[in-house]
């Protein structure tokens, strides 16, 4: 595989991860912040915008994954997609915890 193949594996797990606290989030009837907010990343989004956000990252996490043909054939593939979630994840629980600090 290129060295592309493993940047699309990278960010489908950072998109695919930033999907979950959204989806939840807007499913369950909380404001959640997006990029849509104002001030952006720090206010509050409606749960409707929060539902249609998750449903884009879960659209470009879906086409980053099969670009970057991530299998368990390709061990480094799965590594490489695992830390973008794994990251993705890490950053998400910091910026949240401030959500609520505020």
């Known amino acids: 595989m290129s060295w592309y193949h493993y940047v699309a594996c990278f960010f489908s797990g950072v998109f695919l991860s930033n999907m979950v606290p959204h989806f939840v989030n807007g499913t369950s009837g909380n404001r959640f912040p997006t990029p849509f907010a104002k001030p952006p990343g720090c206010g509050l989004s409606s749960p409707l ?11 470009v996490g879906y086409l980053l ?12 593939s799965v590594v ?15 910026e949240s915890a401030k959500k609520n600090r505020e």
Do not use: P, Q, R
């Not at 915008?49 to 659209?59: E, Y």
């Open 65 to 76: 994954f099969n670009a970057g043909h991530v299998s368990n054939e390709n061990h480094l």
């Open 80 to 94: 490489v997609f695992a830390s973008g979630l794994f990251l993705m994840s890490i950053f998400v629980s910091k």
């Open 49 to 59: 915008v929060n539902v249609i956000w998750a449903m884009v990252n879960l659209t």
